[in-house]
């Protein structure tokens, strides 16, 4: 039931926006529209030049990577992928080192964790977001293209009956409480300032514990009650259409949202030519958070491969036949 009902709304997703699209053209070719201009174009000249697309290690960094790795595939490049590469500063550590060509990170892990930013100055406007990282990117030696449509944030999440238990609804209700609860997290969530580090900083929480976990165990542990508390993603696919789980607010502003843009080397970017960068802005016209949350329900819930949620969305939205 599950696999039909979230086939069916991104099926209705795609029409909705392919609709637009053609409306708003009066039925004529528009980049990005829904119409025949989307399809990516295989260029031969792209054949003789090697990609390695990489990603960090969770459903929807191995969907994005999919999705990127595929459609510069579609555009006549010979792609590898590397997508279970770990933090984002293995990541990084990879591009650098000339292991991948490129890779999606998030503007506010990129700010936060790699620029030093703190949390409360990261940008609320995406595209100030993209271009500071941009910037500090460049200093880095590495080229980096416009963001997505969707933005996703980490959050505290609880089982809602646990959350209506304890009556607390923002991050900072936690106070005087989490001595007696325990949180999991990613095992890097020690030294993220937003994650434990900055709840610990900013909001002053001492937990009773915390508990590395893998992180496609972020929700097993509330529904297991092993946790009182988990570290989610706002664009995780079970948040969509569900109460069973709520999302603390962050009144403080501690865990700040990010689009995703994609990283590259810059010696990737120039043997590629245009066609690189143009594909990766294309692609992700339509990634927004619906259908972000959709993908990743495919993933995630339906136990669909990556590769194929990838290329279903390829498809859906005209970019590939």
Do not use: W
Request: aromatic share 8%; net charge negative.
């Amino acid at each position: 039931m599950i696999k039909l009902r979230q086939r069916a709304v991104f099926a209705s997703i795609a029409a909705g926006v392919l609709a637009l699209g053609i409306a708003a053209c009066g039925g004529d070719s528009d980049e990005g529209g829904g119409s025949s201009s989307t399809a990516i174009q295989s260029n031969p000249d792209n054949g003789d030049v090697t990609l390695t697309i990489g990603s960090k290690n969770f459903d929807e960094q191995f969907i994005l990577g999919e999705i990127y790795a595929q459609a510069l595939e579609a555009a006549g490049y010979d792609v590898k992928t590397d997508l279970n590469l770990g933090s984002e500063q293995i990541a990084l550590k990879a591009l650098q080192g000339g292991d991948i060509s490129g890779y999606p990170e998030y503007t506010s892990t990129a700010l936060t964790s790699f620029f030093d930013t703190p949390p409360q100055d990261v940008p609320n406007d995406a595209q100030q977001a993209y271009e500071d990282s941009k910037k500090q990117f460049d200093d880095l030696g590495l080229q980096t293209f416009p963001p997505t449509p969707f933005s996703s944030a980490n959050a505290v999440g609880m089982l809602t009956s646990r959350a209506k238990e304890l009556g607390v609804k923002t991050i900072s209700d936690l106070q005087g409480k989490s001595q007696d609860l325990t949180l999991y997290g990613s095992p890097e969530c020690r030294q993220r300032i937003d994650c434990l580090l900055g709840l610990e900083k900013y909001y002053h929480l001492d937990f009773a514990k915390f508990v590395p976990v893998d992180i496609g165990l972020r929700y097993t542990v509330l529904d297991k009650g092993d946790a009182d508390l988990s570290i989610l993603f706002t664009s995780d696919g079970q948040l969509a259409n569900s109460n069973k789980y709520t999302l603390l607010e962050d009144d403080k502003q501690v865990l700040p949202a990010g689009n995703v843009l994609f990283v590259a080397s810059k010696d990737a970017v120039e043997e590629a030519g245009p066609d690189f960068g143009e594909t990766i802005e294309k692609v992700q016209e339509h990634l927004t958070l619906p259908v972000m949350q959709e993908l990743n329900a495919r993933v995630t819930l339906d136990k669909e491969e990556p590769a194929k949620a990838a290329e279903e969305y390829l498809k859906q939205f005209g970019y590939i036949d």
